[in-house]
C-alpha cells in the first residue's frame, strides 16, 4: 500500500472555473478550520490574560487586559522548566536518531529477496504488530528486572523500533534499484559499505519522514515518564505538564518562597504554550514533510 | 548460476564432481557470508525487539500466577484461572469491556464520517485556490500534533466549572452551568468531540490522497455527460473510495479491544466520578497496577485484552483478505 508522494495530476482547465457552491464549501471549511483552532487561541489568550480577569471572566478568546504576568512568574524561577526542556531535547535527539538508524538496519535485510533469513525474520518483527504482552509484563521487566526505570533509557528504549515503520522502510528500500546494489557487489563492496554508502544516501526522503514520526513521539511522550520516572531531574517536558495540571502545589510550593501571588491558571497556561511553541514551529517549518509522510503510511506496502 | 555449464565438457566424472562440489562450496560460502553480514545489521533491531516485545509476551504467565516481587516471574506460585475469576467476579470486568467497546464504536464511525466530509469538501476546492486548500489541510491537521497532556489543557480551558469557556457561554445565554468533570453521562460525546478533533485531519488526508488518485477522466466524462457534482460524489468518488475506507474500517475494529490510554486518562483527568463512562480496560489495568497494586487482577484485564484483541486483528484480516486480498496485512 505504500504510495510514495506523488503530485495530484494537474487539473484541466474547464476543471477551475469558481462555481458558486465552491463558495458555501469554502466558508465551511473556514468555519471548520476556525473551530479546530479556536481551543488553541483560547489556551494562548489565558496565557496573556491576568489571574483575576481569568476569574471574573474566564477563559476569552481575546483577553481584556493583556499581561506577560505569567510568563514572567514563570520564567522567573526557570529551572524546573530548562531541566524538562534538556530531558526531552536530550530523549528526542537520541531516541530519534538511534530509532531511525536502528530501524532501518532492520528494514534493509528484510528487503533484500536474496537474504535467506528473510520470511521468518519478517515474520518475527511481523508478530510484534499482532500481539503484545502488555502493561504488566512490560512494568515488571523494566523496574524489576532490568531495573532501568528512573533512567533515560526508559524513556528511550521501549519506543526504539516501531515494527509499523520498519514496514515503511523495507517497502522504501525494495523500490531502490537493484541493479545498483548488484553492481557495488561486483565492484566488492562489502554489505555494510552497501548499505551506507548507496542505500542511506538513496533513501533520504522516507528515513527523513520516519524520523520527524519518531522524533514527534518522543517530544509528546509522557506515557514512559508516567511509568518509571520518579526522579524529578529526569523528569520530560509532556510530563511535567501534567504533574502540573494534577498537582498546582508543584508551582505554590516553589512560589511561595518568594511571597508573590501566584497566577496558577494562567500560569499553567503559560507553560503550555511553551511546551507546544517548538512543536508549532517546527511544524510550520516540515509540514509538507507531514503530509507526505501520511500518505506514505496511509496505504499499506506488499 | 547454472553450476553444471560452468564446467569443461570433457573432464572425467570424478574430477567433474569435485570440481561441481567445490563450485557449490564457494557458492554457499559467499551466501552464508552475505546471510551474515546482513543478520548482525538486524542484531540491535531484533534484540529491542527480543527484550521489549518478545519477553513481555511470555510475561502474560503472570496472570496465571500469584505474582510476589520477591519470588519473581518465574519463582512466583502458579495459581491457575483464579485471577480470572476475581476479575470476572467483579462489575468492573462488564464495564471496562462495554466502555471500550461502545468508545470506540463511537469514535470509529464519527472519525470516518468527519474526515471522509473534509476529504470530500477538499477535493472540491482542490482547484480553484491552492493556497486555501493548503492552508485548511495545515490547520486541520493541527491537533494531531498535540499530545493527550497538552489536549487536557485545552479541555480544562473549555470546561472547568468556574472559569472555563462553555460555562461562561452558557451563564451568559441563561443556563445553570454543568459541572462537567463530574456528569459521566457527557464524556462519551466529549471524548468523541476530542477525538474527532485530534484525528479528522490526519485521516481526511489519508482520504484525500485516495480521492487524487482516481483518475480525473472518470470526472470529465461524467461533466460530459451532464453529471452534477453531488452525484459524481456518489457515483465517482465514494464508490472507488470505498475499498480504502472498508479496509480502513477492519483495521480500526481490529483494533477496537485496544482503548486509547492517553485520552480516558489525561482528558478525564482521571476524575473517578467519570468511571462509570470513562474507565476502559487500559486505564483500569494501569490504575489496579500502580495504584492498588494488584498485579493478579491487572495482568488478568491485561491478558484478557491481549487475547481478545489478537484474535481480533485475526479476524479483521481475514474479513480484509476477503473483500480486497491485496490490502491484507498478511
Given at each position: 500500500m505504500v504510495v510514495l508522494p506523488t503530485k495530484p495530476p494537474r487539473l484541466r482547465a474547464g476543471y477551475r472555473r469558481v462555481r458558486p457552491g465552491q463558495i458555501a464549501i469554502h466558508a465551511s471549511l473556514l468555519l471548520l478550520s476556525f473551530l479546530f483552532l479556536f481551543p488553541l487561541v483560547l489556551l494562548v489568550s489565558a496565557s496573556l490574560s491576568s489571574e483575576t480577569d481569568i476569574s471574573r471572566y474566564g477563559f476569552t478568546l481575546v483577553p481584556r487586559r493583556v499581561t506577560f504576568d505569567a510568563y514572567q512568574y514563570v520564567l522567573q524561577e526557570p529551572s524546573q522548566i530548562l531541566t524538562a526542556y534538556a530531558v526531552t531535547i536530550t530523549v528526542t535527539a537520541i531516541g530519534t536518531a538511534a530509532g531511525v538508524l536502528v530501524m532501518a538496519l532492520l528494514a534493509y535485510p528484510l528487503s533484500r529477496?536474496?537474504?535467506?533469513?528473510r520470511r521468518p525474520l519478517s515474520f518475527v518483527v511481523f508478530f510484534t504488530l499482532l500481539f503484545s504482552g502488555g502493561l504488566v509484563p512490560l512494568y515488571i521487566l523494566v523496574?524489576?528486572?532490568?531495573?532501568?526505570?528512573?533512567?533515560?533509557w526508559a524513556l528511550i528504549l521501549p519506543y526504539l523500533v516501531m515494527p509499523w515503520y520498519v514496514f515503511l522502510l523495507r517497502a522504501y528500500f525494495a523500490g531502490l534499484p537493484r541493479e545498483l546494489i548488484d553492481a557495488a557487489k561486483v565492484d566488492g563492496a562489502g554489505e555494510w559499505r552497501i548499505f551506507f554508502q548507496i542505500v542511506v544516501p538513496l533513501s533520504r526522503p522516507a528515513l527523513a519522514t520516519i524520523a520527524l514520526f519518531c522524533a514527534l513521539t518522543y517530544w509528546n511522550d509522557w506515557y514512559l515518564a508516567l511509568l518509571f520516572i520518579n526522579n524529578p531531574a529526569l523528569v520530560p517536558l509532556q510530563y511535567l505538564l501534567y504533574q502540573i495540571s494534577t498537582n498546582i502545589q508543584t508551582l505554590q510550593t516553589s512560589s511561595q518562597a518568594f511571597g508573590v501571588t501566584i497566577p496558577a491558571l494562567s500560569a499553567q497556561m503559560a507553560i503550555a504554550v511553551l511546551a507546544i511553541g517548538p512543536i508549532t514551529l517546527a511544524f510550520l517549518a516540515v509540514q509538507k514533510h507531514f503530509v507526505s509522510g501520511i500518505t506514505l503510511g496511509g496505504v499499506k506496502g506488499d | 548460476m547454472n553450476i553444471p555449464s560452468l564446467l569443461g565438457a570433457k573432464r572425467s566424472p570424478v574430477v567433474s564432481a569435485i570440481v561441481l562440489q567445490r563450485e557449490r562450496w564457494r557458492l554457499a560460502n559467499a551466501n552464508t557470508k552475505r546471510d551474515v553480514a546482513l543478520l548482525m545489521m538486524m542484531l540491535p533491531g531484533l534484540l529491542v525487539l527480543f527484550v521489549f516485545a518478545y519477553l513481555p509476551m511470555f510475561g502474560i504467565i503472570i496472570a496465571f500466577k500469584d505474582y510476589r516481587a520477591y519470588q519473581g516471574v518465574l519463582g512466583s506460585q502458579w495459581v491457575g484461572l483464579k485471577n480470572f475469576q476475581y476479575l470476572f467476579g467483579t462489575d468492573d470486568a462488564r464495564r471496562i469491556v462495554v466502555n471500550t467497546l461502545a468508545m470506540n464504536a463511537l469514535f470509529i464511525v464519527s472519525v470516518l464520517v468527519v474526515a471522509l466530509a473534509i476529504a470530500l469538501l477538499l477535493k472540491e476546492v482542490q482547484g480553484s485556490s491552492r493556497w486555501l486548500s493548503k492552508f485548511y489541510q495545515s490547520t486541520l491537521f493541527f491537533p494531531y500534533l498535540f499530545s493527550y497532556v497538552i489536549i487536557n489543557y485545552f479541555v480544562f480551558a473549555l470546561l472547568?466549572?468556574?472559569?472555563?469557556f462553555v460555562n461562561h457561554t452558557l451563564e451568559a445565554v441563561g443556563v445553570h452551568p454543568v459541572n462537567w468533570y463530574q456528569s459521566a453521562q457527557s464524556w462519551p460525546v466529549i471524548l468523541t468531540l476530542v477525538t474527532v478533533w485530534k484525528n479528522a485531519g490526519f485521516w481526511s488526508i489519508v482520504y484525500l490522497a485516495g480521492i487524487i488518485a482516481i483518475n480525473p477522466e472518470y470526472y470529465e466524462a461524467a461533466t460530459i455527460d451532464g453529471a452534477s457534482r453531488w452525484r459524481q460524489m456518489w457515483r465517482i468518488t465514494l464508490p472507488l473510495l470505498k475499498p480504502l475506507i472498508v479496509i480502513n474500517l477492519l483495521l480500526s475494529i481490529g483494533r477496537i479491544f485496544y482503548a486509547d490510554f492517553g485520552l480516558f486518562y489525561q482528558v478525564t483527568r482521571n476524575a473517578p466520578e467519570l468511571y462509570p463512562t470513562t474507565d476502559v480496560i487500559d486505564t483500569y489495568v494501569y490504575r489496579t497496577l500502580?495504584?492498588?497494586?494488584?498485579v493478579g487482577m491487572a495482568s488478568a484485564a491485561g491478558t484478557f485484552q491481549a487475547v481478545v484483541g489478537f484474535f481480533l486483528v485475526l479476524l479483521s484480516n481475514w474479513l480484509v483478505r476477503r473483500t480486497e486480498p491485496q490490502s491484507a496485512i498478511f
Open positions: 529477496p536474496d537474504f535467506s533469513w523496574t524489576h528486572y532490568l531495573q532501568i526505570n528512573n533512567t533515560l | 472547568n466549572t468556574s472559569n472555563g500502580t495504584t492498588i497494586g494488584d
